[in-house]
């Protein structure tokens, strides 16, 4: 099901028609707490459910000042079990979003759970409202198929090959897998390349012109 509360929402307008008319899953509308989505997760054994608050780019501070306080709530709502952050990665179509656009909106997001809450919560990237059902439908599988009641989503390659300077020559599946092997999350890899040592790992475990291309992506974050 699906909290109501969506509808005054300015993603309603792009996840809206999907949520009411997606044959993937079945939804219902109705008033939830402190969740946006609650989906059922088979299991041969007890029912169990999975309570899902939606963030976007526009939801975090200092746009959405009230993402922290019902982070909180959510994360004590159920002792931080059956709980995961689905993260949509474009408010729009996903091709008129920039991949270094993309990829700030979910380290913004990663970075701001590990400065605000006590515990770990699973982040699941969509990259658009298109990819939502069928992306919760795939996590869900992976919970019913797993002993692990939270697994936590490993950094998605898809977003990682993202991660040069050159938009139209995106990094290789080896470079990216490379990159996910160096770093576990966006912002480890994003606070690394401020660092000689993090730019000196990149720089030899990846060709001349590949590590410059990962090294000038993030040149931008960089501070003063």
């Not at 959405?64 to 709530?73: A, F, H, I, K, V």
């Not at 701001?112 to 992306?135: E, G, K, M, R, Y």
Request: glycine share 6%; charged share 20%.
């Amino acid at each position: 099901m699906f909290c109501s509360s969506l509808r005054n929402r300015p993603v309603w307008r792009v996840l809206g028609p999907i949520l009411t008319s997606g044959p993937e899953m079945s939804l219902r509308e109705s008033r939830l707490e402190t969740h946006d989505f609650v989906f059922e997760i088979p299991s041969s054994r007890r029912q169990q459910q999975l309570r899902v608050i939606l963030l976007t780019p526009s939801s975090q501070p200092p746009n959405g000042q009230d993402t922290t306080t019902r982070l909180e709530q959510f994360s004590t709502s159920t002792g931080g079990r059956g709980i995961a952050i689905a993260f949509l990665l474009s408010e729009e179509a996903f091709t008129s979003a920039s991949g270094r656009c993309i990829l700030d909106g979910l380290v913004d997001a990663q970075a701001l759970l590990l400065d605000t809450l006590p515990i770990s919560i699973p982040i699941i990237p969509i990259q658009d409202s298109a990819a939502f059902l069928p992306s919760m439908q795939e996590y869900i599988n992976g919970l019913a198929n797993t002993p692990q009641p939270n697994p936590s989503p490993s950094l998605p390659t898809s977003l990682l090959a993202h991660t040069t300077s050159a938009p139209y020559h995106l990094l290789s599946e080896t470079d990216t897998n490379i990159l996910s092997d160096l770093f576990p999350s966006l912002p480890a890899l994003s606070r690394a390349v401020r660092t000689r040592k993090g730019r000196a790992l990149v720089m030899d475990h990846f060709d001349a012109e590949t590590a410059r291309r990962i090294l000038e992506f993030w040149e931008g974050d960089q501070g003063p």
